[in-house]
């Protein structure tokens, strides 16, 4: 079952760059920074962690991106890992992504 998720409400608030280079770099660079963008007096922790959430799926979806430019034959992109438990997460990262997500039983423990 896939969690809906309301892409329409995706970057018209709080949002971060989590770094300063492309999201598809091979190697992080330790002189790499971030920034929170659009901060205002009301917002809270939850509103920065959202960012950082979503900050996290835009890169995904960066990654899948490139996979399929690159003629990658993807049927299915599976939720694994402690990600798994969160219905909330796998809502942002399947509405960045634009595809659907398969949960498994046991899938929080990984493969």
Known sequence: MQPTFDIDRMGDREGSQPT??????SLPSPEA?????????????????RAVLEGVAFGAADGLSAL??????????SVIGGGAR????????????????????DGEVGP
Do not use: K, M, N, V
């Open 20 to 25: 300063a280079g492309p999201q598809s770099q």
């Open 68 to 77: 399929l430019d690159g003629d990658a034959d993807i049927e299915t992109l």
């Open 33 to 49: 920074t971030g920034a929170f963008l659009g901060l205002t007096h009301d917002t809270d922790g939850p509103a920065l962690a």
């Open 86 to 105: 969160s219905r909330f997460w796998g809502g942002i990262l399947a509405a960045a992504l634009d595809w659907p997500l398969d949960y498994h039983a």
